[in-house]
Structure formats: structure tokens, C-alpha cells
């Protein structure tokens, strides 16, 4: 019996077998060539690791179903499938479907119409189009579609499969959740009408279903059409399970899958795209809700998979017939292959950090965990190794050990030199954190993978240039991390106060009630570490807003959470520590007094720039590379674990 029979087990769908239970769900990371709007190299080559990944479907993310009113985004950030472009020979459509079949897996690719979240700077400055009539807050006007404009619509996600399936697309997933134009239909919040097409959940399904019907029509009965929606819309006012289930019996006549999700890009896209906060799985009650409502077609449930163990059972038990994954295997593509083939202990895990598509919404959607990812040409450009360097690495956190684990891969010599008796660097503290086990999961990862590969670990090792001299080594990695700033305040000095890493160290002696001074990212995450152990917390901030640092999906996660489970103050300033407590200073000149048994300062860090400058005036090496935190001013700067990680591989891919 293998370890994941259920999981790889196959299912016939309209005559097309699936290998496996697995699907690659689409996660946004496509990048159109600007001016055909067709996916560039590195959308074909991302969504060819995910294929020779060994998942059983990969599908292509929002891809708007025509140039007029759909597009949310510019060009450069949404495909566009059209008729004039899928003609030409050897063109890009047909080379992203052959790069995903010559794996064995099903390419798919994803429909939407953002209708009335649409953009008006990117349809030649029209007015998008909705449901129902009204003025946005940013004074967008919204047209209510009548008939005439909805057929159009429907005509145009009939074409735009069919222009899918000519180019090699056997199946579609319409994108009928998260509150783009087909859920903004479904959904009472934003469906207001009083017509045939509002009101009643008969009503308020008849666009859609038009929509699907004709999708039918056009494409015919050997065309697989996979219909995703939110089981739960986590908004005041919009749809509910029940309907949602309702709503899946009107559409099995119809689809083929029902592919169930949550949330909404209203007010809940921390639902949507699962953070730390949530538990593995944890849209796969919805999922089982559509089993259970009588619904036949298969239910694909997605949300935050990567437990194997989990999802198999998932399957077994008949929660779901598919499970989708979408970050894990961002994080690494292989991940299917490697549970299906024994190797699961070298899964890269992802850390759920939700940086990849957080950071879309500012232009970068990367992983931090995997450098390639967006960035599939340069390792096809990379040249080879010439020949075998020595290599000395300095410090032990994730960049030092993804630089010496990508120099040792490489066919180099490494030595990895640690000061302390364990590596892990600054990750050590997710040996604590309640929300941090993803990172965590990732740390011992990474240690993992150092001690099976051929790298000189030496501990409790300083590294001076004396010491560079002694190992003259032919490059020289300095990931030394950064050091904890102090801020100078009356009363730091007071025994109940602590530095927020050494906080989770020393657990046993923290109060029932905590003051966190600093309420960026990472002292909100501390506070609510604590908050969730049973602590009384409060933060106090000196500027206007909580977790500035955050993407803007983990913000939202992390502010709910806030508001929720702690106190807070903005815009005010810890002037004195005292035994009882602390006393703040709003902008105002008022005072602010808050008891507290224990205070924690978490104020940023600052780069070890004298141990970099140290290192770097030796002149016993060839190459001198420092990454991450340490690296001192200039135009590469660091704020999170995906410099230090990318830093690392990047310098180890440049001795050559």
C-alpha cells in the first residue's frame, strides 16, 4: 500500500483522467508579454516546474475574458486569451499548454471578469459594469448591466474558452468567487436588484448560470468546465454556506467540478488567501458541506493544504475529491513528486508569509523561500561551474544556510561557520511562537538539509580575519543577521524588561500583563504570541498605523487579530518605564498609563555593518558576498527572511 494511495489515486472526468487528486491551484504568478497580453518565458517555464512537479492539473491564474470592461489590472498583469493572437504560428498559448501536457498533467486556465471592481484607467477610461448601479467610494461610477450587456458577457467567456480550448486548454475554471463579477451577482451585498436577476438565490443565480450554459454551448461535451466559488464569504450581509450549497445543486447540471474556496477581495482576502492565523485545511469543512448537501460532480476544496497526511485523509474520507495547492507548491513545485515518491522530509515548506501575492499588489510577486520562482530565466542563464571553489560561509540563519546548501549543490567546498552552538540564526525563536510553525517547519528544513549535505559545519565558530586568513577561502559569505536596537527610555534598565526574541526565551518569567513597545510587524506578531498564551497586551505605537511593514493581506489577518485580542494605543510615545507599568505620551501631550508585570520592546534591528566592514578588509579571498540583514547601505536592502534566503542563493549561483 503506498503512503498516499487516496491522494493518487486517478479519476476519469468527460473521458480526460486526472493522475492524481492534486490540483496546482492558480495563484496570480503570470507575467503577459506587455504588448500581446500572452504569457511571457517565465509564465511558461513557472507553470512547467509546477507540471514536471507531478501535480495532476496546473492551472494558469485570472485571465480576463476580453479587453473591454473585465480587466481589473493593466495589460501587463492579467492575460488576455483573443481570437486575432491564438492564430499565430508556434504562439505562446500553445507553447504554455504543451510545456504542462508533456508532463503528464492538465493544463486549465482560469476565466474572470472583475465587472464592477474593474479599473476605469485600464478599459480606455470606461465605466465598469455590475450587478447594480452606484457610485464607488473612490467616486467610480458603476453601471447596472441590463440584458443586452449581459449577453455580451456571456458571449464573452464562451469565447474566450473557446479561444482556451483551440489553444490545448481541454478544461476552464471560471472564477465565480471572491467577489469578482459572477459572485458579485450571487451575492446580496453587492447584488441590489429587483429584477429576474436579484432578490431571490433563483434570481440572483440566473447570470451566472447564463454564463456557464453558454460556455457549454460553444465548447461542447468533451470540454471539462470547473466552476470555483466562496462557500463562505466571511462578509456581514454577503452569501452563506447554505446558499452556496444551494447554489452548487443549480450548477452540477452544467459543471464538472465545483471548486470551493472562501472570502472575498472586499473585506476578506485574509480568507482567500489563508494566513498563519488559520489551520491547514481550513476550507475543507465548506468542501464536506457540498458532500454532504447531495451535490455529485467532484468538490475540489483549497485553502491552505500541505499536510499530506491531512490532505489523503481528506480524500479518504470523502470531504473532497480534489484537494488544490497553491503556495506550497509555489514554495517548491516538486512538492507532488516528493510525497508520492518517499521524499517528503525534503518538501520546502512554505511559511504562509502570503508575501507572494501580497507583494503582487506593489509589483513583486515572489516567494521568499523560492528564489526561482519569478525568476526562471536567470537560472537558465546562469552559467556553470567552471571549477570547484572553496567557499566560507558566515553565520548559521536561513540566508547563510541556503548560500552554503546552493554552493555545495553547486559542487563547491563550504564551510559553514556558526558563533553558536546551533544553527537556525534569528528563526530560533519559532521553537515558541504559537503562529510561527510554517517558519519553523522551514528552518528545520533548512537544517536538514545542511546535515545531509556535504557541508563543513563548524560551531561555536567566530570568524575574524585571522580566521579568513587561516581558511583563505576563494569566496566569503558574510549572513552575520543585524542586532536589536534599544530604544533609550527611562526605566529600560528595569529587570521585567526584555528584548522581544529574548521574550520567547524566557516564557516562564513573563507577567499576566504585558506592554509591547513597538507595533510594526513584528511586534504585533510578538504581541499576539503572548496575547494567545493568556497575556493582557497592550501596544503601544509611536506612528499612525499598526504592522506598516506587512503585505496587505497579512495586515488585514493581523489587525482582525488585533483588534480582537489586544489593546493599543497610535501616534504615542513610552516616555518612562516604571515597576508597576509604563507611561506614554499621545501627540497630543496627553499621558497614557498602562499597569504591566513585564515590558517588551521590539523597535527595528540594526545591520552589524563593523563585522561586515572587518571581514570584507581581509585579503584572503576573491569573491566577498554579504547577504541579508548585514548588508550595509547601498542600493540592495533587507526587511525580511526572503533577502536573506534569495541573498544566499544568488551569491552561491555567482562562484562560477
Not at 334 to 339: L, N, S, T, Y
Request: overall charge negative.
Amino acid at each position: 500500500m503506498r503512503e498516499f494511495a487516496n491522494l493518487e489515486k486517478p479519476i476519469t472526468i468527460r473521458g480526460i483522467t486526472f493522475k492524481n487528486r492534486i490540483m496546482a491551484a492558480p495563484v496570480g504568478f503570470v507575467w503577459p508579454d506587455p504588448w500581446s497580453s500572452m504569457p511571457d518565458a517565465h509564465t511558461i517555464l513557472n507553470h512547467e516546474d509546477r507540471a514536471r512537479g507531478g501535480a495532476a492539473v496546473v492551472t494558469l491564474g485570472e485571465t480576463a475574458v476580453s479587453r473591454t470592461r473585465s480587466m481589473r489590472r493593466s495589460d501587463g498583469d492579467v492575460l488576455v486569451p483573443d481570437e486575432e493572437r491564438l492564430i499565430y504560428p508556434a504562439q505562446a498559448w500553445l507553447k504554455l499548454t504543451d510545456s504542462i501536457i508533456r508532463h503528464g498533467a492538465i493544463p486549465n486556465i482560469q476565466l474572470f471578469h472583475a465587472g464592477e471592481a474593474t479599473e476605469p484607467k485600464w478599459i480606455h477610461g470606461q465605466n465598469p459594469i455590475g450587478p447594480t448601479g452606484y457610485t464607488r467610494d473612490d467616486g467610480v461610477t458603476v453601471e447596472e448591466m441590463d440584458e443586452e450587456m449581459m449577453n455580451t458577457v456571456a458571449d464573452e467567456f464562451a469565447e474566450a474558452a473557446f479561444q482556451a480550448k483551440f489553444a490545448n486548454f481541454p478544461m476552464v475554471m471560471l472564477h465565480g468567487a471572491h467577489g469578482w463579477l459572477l459572485a458579485q451577482f450571487f451575492s446580496k451585498l453587492t447584488n441590489k436588484r429587483t429584477d429576474k436577476y436579484g432578490g431571490s438565490l433563483e434570481n440572483r443565480a440566473r447570470f451566472p448560470l447564463m454564463v456557464v450554459k453558454r460556455i457549454r454551448e460553444r465548447c461542447g461535451e468533451d470540454f471539462i468546465i470547473e466552476y470555483r466559488m466562496s462557500g463562505d464569504e466571511h462578509l456581514d450581509g454577503g452569501s452563506t454556506l447554505d446558499e452556496a450549497v444551494e447554489f452548487g445543486k443549480m450548477l452540477e447540471e452544467y459543471v464538472d467540478i465545483l471548486h470551493i474556496s472562501s472570502g472575498s477581495y472586499y473585506a476578506s482576502r485574509q480568507y482567500t488567501f489563508p494566513t498563519i492565523f488559520t489551520p491547514h485545511g481550513c476550507n475543507l469543512h465548506l468542501a464536506e458541506a457540498f458532500k454532504k448537501g447531495g451535490i455529485k460532480v467532484p468538490i475540489a476544496s483549497v485553502g491552505a493544504f500541505w499536510d499530506p497526511e491531512l490532505m489523503d485523509q481528506a480524500i479518504a474520507e470523502g470531504k473532497a475529491d480534489f484537494v488544490a495547492v497553491s503556495r506550497q507548491i509555489a514554495a517548491d513545485p516538486m512538492f507532488p513528486r516528493k510525497i508520492f515518491t518517499g521524499f517528503k522530509e525534503e518538501v520546502r515548506p512554505c511559511t504562509r508569509c502570503i508575501n507572494c501575492l501580497g507583494n503582487k499588489y506593489v509589483g513583486r510577486n515572489e516567494c521568499d523561500v523560492n528564489p526561482i520562482m519569478g525568476n526562471e530565466i536567470y537560472t537558465i542563464r546562469t552559467p556553470d561551474v567552471k571549477e570547484k571553489r572553496k567557499v566560507l560561509v558566515v553565520g548559521g540563519g536561513p540566508g547563510g544556510m541556503n548560500a552554503a546548501l546552493t554552493a555545495a549543490q553547486r559542487g563547491h567546498e563550504v564551510i559553514l561557520a556558526e558563533k553558536s552552538d546551533q544553527l537556525g540564526g534569528n528563526l530560533k525563536f519559532t521553537d515558541y511562537d504559537l503562529h510561527k510553525g510554517r517558519l519553523k517547519d522551514y528552518k528545520d528544513y533548512l537544517i536538514r538539509q545542511v546535515k545531509n549535505e556535504r557541508i563543513d559545519v563548524r560551531y561555536n565558530t567566530n570568524v575574524n580575519q585571522a580566521y579568513v586568513e587561516q581558511e583563505e577561502p576563494y569566496a566569503l559569505i558574510v549572513a552575520v543577521g543585524a542586532e536589536k536596537v534599544r530604544p533609550n527610555i527611562k526605566g529600560i534598565d528595569k529587570k521585567h524588561v526584555m528584548y522581544a526574541i529574548d521574550a520567547y526565551y524566557h516564557q516562564d518569567s513573563i507577567g499576566d500583563k504585558v506592554v509591547m513597545i513597538g507595533g510594526g510587524l513584528s511586534g504585533c506578531e510578538v504581541g499576539l504570541h503572548f496575547a494567545d498564551s493568556g497575556k493582557e497586551v497592550t501596544v503601544i505605537e509611536m506612528t499612525e498605523e499598526l504592522a506598516a511593514g506587512a503585505n496587505v493581506i497579512h495586515r488585514a489577518a493581523v489587525l482582525e487579530m488585533m483588534e480582537e485580542k489586544t489593546t493599543y494605543y497610535l501616534n504615542s510615545e513610552v516616555v518612562e518605564i516604571t515597576d508597576t507599568g509604563v507611561l506614554a505620551r499621545d501627540k497630543k501631550g496627553n499621558d497614557i498609563r498602562v499597569d504591566a508585570d513585564t515590558v517588551i520592546y521590539c523597535v527595528g534591528t540594526k545591520r552589524k555593518e563593523d563585522v561586515v566592514e572587518h571581514l570584507r578588509s581581509s585579503r584572503y579571498y576573491k569573491l566577498f558576498f554579504p547577504i541579508g540583514d548585514c548588508v550595509p547601505g547601498s542600493a540592495i536592502t533587507s526587511k525580511n527572511i526572503k533577502d536573506a534566503v534569495h541573498g544566499g542563493y544568488f551569491a552561491a549561483m555567482d562562484i562560477i
